[in-house]
C-alpha cells in the first residue's frame, strides 16, 4: 500500500509539481483521505518520504556508475561515468529531480530522515578525489577563504569524513557546476541554445574535472 501511495503521488509530482494533495492521492486510489492517513500522518510526511526516494534513486545510479569503470586509477573516468549518470536519472526522473533539486516546497522543511540518502551521491564524488590523490593537484592548494573553515569543518563531520580543506572547496564548485549543466538543461533554459546536449555536457563536466578537481 506505501508503494503504490508513492506512486500515484510521483504521477501528481510529474503533473502539478510539488504541490501534492493528499485527499487528490487518495482520490485517485479509490479511497477517502481519512484512510490515506493512516499510511502517511501528513502531506509533509509523504514528501519525505518521495525526498527520500528520489535520494535513493539517484545515488544508486550514481554509485552504479561508478563502480561500472573496472579501472579505479581511472579518477576523470569515474567522475565523467558519474556525471553522466546524474544526467541521465534527472532526464529519466524529471519531476523527482525537480522534488529534490527545484524549487523549495512552500511551508516543507526537509527533516533529518533525508540526511542518509541524500549523501550517497556526493560521498562517492569525494570517493573519487581521494582516490586520485588529487589533493595535490586541485588548483586551490592554500588559496582556501579562512572564513570557510569552521563551514568546512562541519561539513566534514556530517559527512565522516577526513579531505583537506582546498579539495572540499574544488569539490563543491564541482558539486554546483554539476547539478547547475543539469538543472539548466532540465528545466529549459538550453532551449534554442544548444542541440547538441549530450556531447556539451560531457565537454563541461571534462572542463570541471580537470579545472577544479584536478582530474
Same mark, same amino acid.
Given at each position: ?49 518521495? /525526498? /527520500? ?5 539517484? %545515488?544508486?545510479?550514481?554509485?552504479? =556508475?561508478? =563502480?561500472?569503470? *573496472? ?5 576523470? %573516468? ?35 530522515? *533525508? ?17 586520485? %590523490?588529487? *589533493? ?16 568546512? =569543518? ?5 559527512? %565522516? ?14 558539486? /554546483? ?39
Amino acid at each position: 500500500m506505501l508503494a503504490e501511495i508513492k506512486a500515484v503521488a510521483r504521477r501528481h509530482l510529474a503533473t502539478d509539481g510539488a504541490n501534492l494533495s493528499l485527499r487528490a492521492v487518495a482520490r485517485d486510489m479509490g479511497m477517502v483521505s481519512s484512510a490515506l492517513y493512516r499510511y502517511y500522518a501528513s502531506r509533509d510526511e509523504l514528501l519525505t518520504a518521495l /525526498i /527520500i526516494d528520489a535520494y535513493d534513486a539517484l %545515488g544508486e545510479a550514481v554509485e552504479r =556508475a561508478d =563502480a561500472s569503470v *573496472t579501472d579505479r586509477a581511472d579518477a576523470r %573516468g569515474r567522475w565523467l561515468a558519474c556525471c553522466h549518470a546524474v544526467r541521465d536519472w534527472a532526464l529519466a526522473e524529471p519531476a523527482e529531480y525537480a522534488l529534490i533539486f527545484g524549487s523549495p516546497v512552500p511551508g516543507y522543511a526537509a527533516p533529518v530522515d *533525508t540526511v542518509r540518502a541524500a549523501q550517497r551521491t556526493p560521498l562517492v564524488l569525494i570517493g573519487i578525489a581521494l582516490d586520485s %590523490g588529487s *589533493t595535490a593537484r586541485v588548483p586551490f592548494a592554500g588559496d582556501v577563504p579562512a572564513a570557510l573553515a569552521a563551514d568546512f =569543518a562541519s561539513l566534514r563531520a556530517r559527512l %565522516g569524513v577526513e579531505i583537506p580543506d582546498h579539495v572540499l572547496l574544488g569539490g563543491s564548485y564541482a558539486w /554546483i557546476h554539476l547539478f547547475g549543466a543539469v538543472s539548466f538543461e532540465l528545466f529549459g533554459q538550453l532551449n534554442n541554445v544548444v542541440n547538441a546536449r549530450r556531447e556539451y555536457f560531457a565537454h563541461q563536466m571534462t572542463a570541471v574535472g580537470e579545472q577544479l578537481l584536478g582530474l
